[in-house]
């Protein structure tokens, strides 16, 4: 099992920056993708960014250029970086992790973004 503890979710006005942070714990060994989906209420939860062990990265359309993913792999944690934040950036932030081709889900961490 792997277990997800989300941070750093808040509000901020529009054009302001946020950073939000997911680590891991438990069986961390074999992580592989790490990332970040986005969900608003009666929407589906769509994918915001992603990066492999190696540091791969995606992006969704709507974000590239303003948001930035890394990770910390000694400490398994990821990171997303928001700039020049809008309105409809507003959601709840999900972190996600992939091990042996399980994805374990955090609870969720709200970004609310004012104009």
């Known amino acids: 099992q792997v277990q997800l503890v989300e941070s750093g979710g808040g509000l901020v006005q529009a054009g302001g920056s946020l950073r939000i942070t997911c680590a891991a714990s438990?069986?961390?060994?074999?992580?592989?993708?790490m990332g970040w989906y986005r969900q608003a209420p009666g929407k589906q939860r769509e994918l915001v960014a992603a990066?492999?062990?190696?540091?791969?990265?995606n992006y969704a359309d709507s974000v590239k250029g303003r948001f930035t993913i890394s990770r910390d792999n000694a400490v398994s944690t990821v990171y997303l970086q928001m700039n020049s934040l809008k309105p409809e950036d507003t959601d709840v932030y999900y972190c996600?992790?992939?091990?042996?081709?399980?994805?374990?889900w955090g609870k969720g961490t709200l970004v609310t973004v004012s104009s």
């Open positions: 996600y992790v992939n091990r042996a081709g399980i994805s374990y």
């Open positions: 438990g069986s961390i060994f074999s992580i592989n993708a």
């Open positions: 990066i492999t062990t190696g540091g791969s990265t």
